[in-house]
């Protein structure tokens, strides 16, 4: 939980006495929280409010609250952004209630939150200057203060301390049972303290506190300075208390048959020599000692279940992990990795010389010390299920980000495992520096073998032996044309499913010189792609002419809204919602004026306020070019009457264009695979249609503004004056209505039917169509531009990866989850890959002649939605051609044939040598 930006401020002094003018306590609390948020110190404290009388209270106060609602669907998001203060009521005492689970202690000041809250949808925390003021203007409550505090060990994060150490404690002098809440923070002393407080025991008195996980004995609980988080105490776990010291003989107070455990020693220096037996049942040749690796109840579960339990203890690597509060993700990564033959042989064996404990951008060697005793346990025989509460401790300390019990994602853990393995076991001492090399026109080999060389002298440890790559990068400036061409190295390939890659847009098309009827396209392009992708697409679906050009434009409310007139503009600046057209116009016409025509129709007021008649738009606007010799409003007629020579009905009206649906033709997905553009001629004899009616129409035009504000009928014999574009108002009468269908203008394909992103039956798309479009040649994204050294600029560069050198191990992360700053998704597409076999040899650039032939052994699962999900592994027995589904504590063989879901989320597979 991180400090929020609150956005209070602080003033000290006034008197509640008086209700004070909602600005003004608005200003009073602004400044209070700025002058609390300028002085963050470690044991600030901070009181959690709940966000729904907070909303109330910014709605009176007229403070923004669109930072706080963004999630929060209750009645009280109906309201707008800011509310004038004078229209909304008082907050009334604070309240809460809502965010307290009922029966909690209050009289004790232990009260206690409901679980899986989140910050600005259930809660705001403020400081405790801004709580204050809070409490003295409305009472109320109850009260829930929470310190500030932080973590990490390179890196230091101070978040607020939302949810306490929930422990249950045991008397084992009755077996009762109660709650003790405390901050991880809080030493053994402190909690020594609060339980013989709350059991009325003197301190003289001889008493021990046991750390009793699982309910197993694990060690004496002695009134250190130690923290309950260096401890490795979880979330609503047992602690035992035994009055009179602790028992001798294996049998606590409450008759529990216990297996007494030692505290493991802390290590000064490191000790390995050798793993236990493999799961094939030969001897890893390597003595099997130490009681960081010796095997205990203290890390099963229950043992109710004898049989499973015999047959697990056949062989290892078939012991589950525990489920710590939300560690599914943790326990997922985990099994993938320690089912990864090449690091299964090395941390069986002694890697202790190549622990680097002076890295400054390693663990000082902890981290991978505490993976090393989790493998071996997991790989003993005897066991069925361990809790991994050192390694989960090692792995708060380190990267706090993963610290608490909120779900995580497992490859984010992945990536954090592999860097920090690498840094803590790097060969590399002290890193020599090197002067990177410009590309320069020099072969691709030269180039790619010079960047591992420097990489490699850098970079050497089992990690970089097994899991890395190296791939080619090459970025190319829209502007200048500079190339700049790097190679990288990689630990994994995160691949992008085909659907996060492209979209599909619909464009209806329009013929600006009156030569045909409109026509809908849809087309595909690149979803950071820039307008002139979406031209050059659009341009080869209608079969633009060679001295044609499109002009592309928005929309809205049947006017023109906006032209896409720049080349370069983002495709993502285009909303599903909007509607695109284009106009087809002559090249050699390009520089004059644009004429373009709103349509208007009288209709019937709808309203009772309103009797009579008004004009209302519809349809969509046309677009052409005006001639050189324009002088005059006849002119203006004259091109109208022209660009609507294809709506010319050349039947009756009850029978006119009986073939057409929806105002077109054809439905666009029936529309032949050709590129004869529908003209004129193929759809109107234009000899007979002068002889269907005795005189053409005389069009009420109209002059307008930009805005459409005001109008002036057009006389067209008079002179106008005009820019670059004129726009006019087209008024349609009945006897227009009668010689042109305008149906072709006027009922489009709704927005939902043929707009973005049609919603289609999704069809299972193969690991090599991502891997394809992870290689693809793609623009940067709007937030990941590249600076170009000729320009001198940021620019939205186009981007080309090849793969040059691939591992013996090569993980596969197939992103399936899409954030954005209103929206996160999770595409549930069924990705098929091969399990045996995967030959990626036409992916890589290198010319090496290597086999890259690979054969699949783990694989990350995520079922479920964004937050609610749960992670499980599939992985492969080393030696053994049987499957295996590890699902926190439980494990169970499941058939390959099994094993390919839609919930695939991570692959590993490991190179099939020759």
Known sequence: MTVPASGFTMENGGSSCLPLPPDVENRIVTDLGKESESNLQEGNLYYVVSNRWFRRWQLYVGQPTEEFSSKDHSSDSQHCNMVPSNVVETPGPIDNSDIVINGSDSENNDLELKRFLEERRDYVLVPSAVWEKLYDWYKGGPPLPRKLISQGVTQKNFYVEVYLLCLKLIDSRDGSECIIRLSKKATVFDLREKVFALKGIKQEKQACIWDYFNQHKQSILDATSQTLEELNLQMDQHILLEVDGPTQTGMDATRNELAL????????????????????????????????????????????????????????????????????????????????????????????????????????????????????????????????????????????????????????????????????????????????????????????????????????SLIVDVCQGQYKSTLVCPVCGKISITFDPFMYLSLPLPSTVTRSVTVTVFYGDGSGLPMPYTVTVQRHGCIKDLTLALTIACCLKNDENLLLAEVYDHRIYKYFDNPLESVTSIKDEEYLVAYRLPKSESGRPKLEIIHRSLERCSTDRLKGMERKLFGTPLVTYLGEEFRSGADINAAVSKILVPLKRTYSSTKAHSSKENGFVSEMNDEPANCSPRSVSQSIDIEEEETSFEKEPSFQLLLTDDRGLSCKPIDKDSAIKYGPLIKVFLDWTDREHELYDMSYIKDLPPVHQTRFMKKTRQEAISLFSCLEAFLTEEPLGPDDMWYCPRCKEHRQATKKLDLWKLPEIIVFHLKRFSYSRYLKNKLDTFVDFPIHNLDLSKYVKSNDGKSYLYNLYAISNHYGGLGGGHYTAYAKLIDEKRWYHFDDSHVSPVGEEEIKTSAAYLLFYQRVEN
């Open 261 to 460: 455990v030692a505290l493991e020693p802390s290590r000064s220096s490191l000790s390995i020599a050798g793993g236990p037996v493999m799961s094939n049942g030969h001897s890893s040749s390597y003595g099997y000692q130490g009681s960081s690796l010796s095997s205990s109840v203290s890390d099963m579960d229950d043992r109710s279940d004898l049989s499973n339990t015999a047959k697990k203890r056949e062989k290892g690597g078939l012991a589950g992990l525990q489920n710590l509060g939300n560690t599914c993700f943790m326990n997922s990564a985990l099994q993938c990795l320690v089912h990864t033959p090449p690091l299964v042989e090395y941390f069986l064996q002694d890697y202790s010389e190549e622990i680097n404990a002076d890295n400054p951008l390693g663990m000082h060697g902890e981290l991978a010390i505490a993976f090393g005793d989790l493998l071996r346990k997991l790989w003993s025989l005897g066991q069925t299920t361990i809790a991994p509460r050192a390694f989960k401790g090692k792995l708060a300390r380190f990267a706090p980000q993963f610290s608490g019990y909120n779900q995580h994602d497992s490859q984010e853990l992945l990536a954090f495992l592999l860097d920090g393995l690498h840094e803590d076991l790097n060969r590399v001492k002290r890193k020599p520096y090197f002067e990177t090399k410009d590309y320069d026109g020099r072969p691709d080999a030269e180039v790619a073998d010079e960047c591992w060389r420097y990489h490699r002298a850098r970079n050497d």
